[in-house]
Every structure is written in C-alpha cells, then in structure tokens.
C-alpha cells in the first residue's frame, strides 16, 4: 500500500515560499537569477516601445489623412433636404393649423417663428459675419483668412425676411388670414446648388388642394432666392457662424381657408423626385386658418 504523503506544516510552506523568492545556494529571485531577469526585462521592454511605436504611427497617419473640418464621405447627402417652419410636425405630415380667434392659438404659431429666428437677429449677424459678400457669386475660400483660423460667412439677417420677419409684424400674419412661414434648405458642404453662377436657387411653392383658398403667395426676399454667396458650405468647425439663408412664404387664404403645399427649391442640382425622401428638394404641408 503507497504510504499517504506527508503533511506539511504552515511553517515548512511559509519556508519554502521564502526559499522560492530567494534561493541563497543558487542565488536565484523566484528561480531565476539576477542575469536573466534583467535579460527578461529588456525583452518586455523592447517589447512595449516598438508595439507603442507602431500604435503611435498608425494613429499618426489616420489622422494625418482626416479632415477636421468635414467627413470624407458624405454619399448619403448628395442632394439636402428642405424643412418649413413653424414646425408643426406630425406623424405623417406637417399641419399648420391655427385658430384666429383664439390668441393662444396664434401666438403658439408666431412664438415658434420667433424662437427661430433668434440667430439671425440683425445686430448679432453685422457683429459676427463682418466679411463684405459679392452677391450673386458663389463664395469660395481656399484659405482660413478668418478670426480663430476659421473661414468667412455671410451674413442673413432676420430684416432681409421682409413682411415674415416678424419685424413689422409680430404675429407673422397667424393673427388673421395672412400667415407666413419659413422654407430653410438643410446644409450639406461643399455642395453647388447650380451648375452656372448666375442662376441662384429660389423657392417655388404651389397649390396642390384647395386652389381657390389661396389668393396670392408672396416670396422674401424677393421672388425666393437663396443668395449663391451663402454656398459652399465648409462645415460647422470650419464656418462656426454660418447661418442657412432663408425664404419667407406669405399666402393670402380666402373662402374655407384650407390648402396643402408644396414648397420646392428650385436649382439643377437639387433633386426633387425621390419616393424614399419626402422631403428631398421639397417639402409638402397643410395650412388651415379657422375662425
């Protein structure tokens, strides 16, 4: 019968631990010697600076080919999308329902507008976009000629919306049957609207229900265009006071005061026509005025 091993003591294993960390016969630090752990030690290191080396150029060279100031693919965004405010958005369409016998109810409507329209308040556009713009060409910059190494923008301000700025007329028309609303094209850099420099991209909006409640539409400014001096974008780090330029829609409603429309922009390369995107080039609502 193999006879049981011998049961050690706490006192024999605290020894032999002892003897594991340094062993004075062989004069060896936990069962290597001196010598070798230094050669273990160079190893590791060269070990860790030549992978850390390694991870250094390659972050070195990923960043040295980004953009900071705009993505290098941007194929999801050939075209820009087109919003209208107020935004009353519902689940399916924009409604822009209001009563003008109730002031709770227009005023709902004009707040919304004017909460929009904070940025482009005159007196803080001339105090952050000093640059003297050429209209009706487009703004191209090479160079990061402005404050903060940043680019040029050109100033919108709210004044330039004419009877929907809210300047004249607080209530935006919402207080009767002449409301305004506000068509902003979505921003995508360095995007052309037009292949020629002279025909800038204006807003059109028609009638596609109801016909014989609208009487007149009105444009500001003056017949929808969007300015070509507020393209290209360059992105949001590049142009940190850009602001979209806008177009100001005043409809007269008459009879049941009741339509749906359909506000495009109009330029040859904006697309207009996708079944997938709604609001590709356009954007479709209801407006109705009770009383």
């Not at 019968?1 to 006192?11: D, F, H, I, Q």
């Not at 230094?38 to 860790?48: D, E, H, K, N, R």
């Not at 400014?221 to 806008?246: C, H, K, W």
């Not at 429309?261 to 207009?272: E, F, H, P, T």
């Amino acid at each position: 019968m193999a006879t049981l091993k011998e049961k050690r003591t706490c006192g024999q294993r605290c020894e032999d631990f002892g003897r594991f960390i340094w062993n004075s016969d062989n004069g060896t630090l936990m069962g290597r010697t001196p010598e070798k752990w230094v050669y273990i030690s160079l190893y590791y290191v060269a070990f860790y600076v030549v992978m850390t080396s390694l991870f250094s150029l390659a972050i070195y060279v990923l960043m040295y080919t980004l953009c900071p100031y705009a993505p290098d693919y941007q194929d999801r965004l050939k075209s820009p999308g087109v919003m209208v405010w107020p935004d009353t958005y519902g689940e399916e369409v924009i409604d822009i329902s209001y009563n003008t016998s109730d002031k709770k109810s227009w005023m709902k409507m004009s707040n919304i507008l004017h909460d929009f329209l904070k940025p482009y308040n005159d007196t803080k556009q001339l105090e952050c976009n000093t640059h003297n713009c050429t209209k009706g060409k487009y703004f191209i910059q090479k160079t990061f000629s402005a404050p903060d190494h940043t680019k040029w923008a050109c100033p919108f301000t709210q004044s330039m919306l004419g009877a929907c700025s809210g300047l004249e007329d607080p209530t935006f028309g919402y207080n009767c049957s002449m409301p305004c609303v506000i068509i902003k094209m979505n921003r995508v850099i360095d995007f052309f609207p037009t292949n020629q420099t002279d025909l800038p991209p204006y807003v059109n909006c028609t009638i596609l229900e109801g016909h014989n409640n609208v009487a007149k539409i009105d444009y500001f400014p003056e017949r929808g265009i969007m300015d070509l001096s507020y393209f290209p974008y360059y992105g949001n780090l590049a142009q940190p006071t850009y602001v979209n330029p806008l177009v100001g829609v005043r409809f007269s409603l008459v009879g049941e005061k009741h339509a749906k429309i359909q506000c495009r922009v109009v330029a040859d390369k904006i697309s207009y026509e996708n079944y997938y995107d709604p609001y590709e080039g356009k954007v479709t609502f209801y407006l109705k005025a009770m009383k």
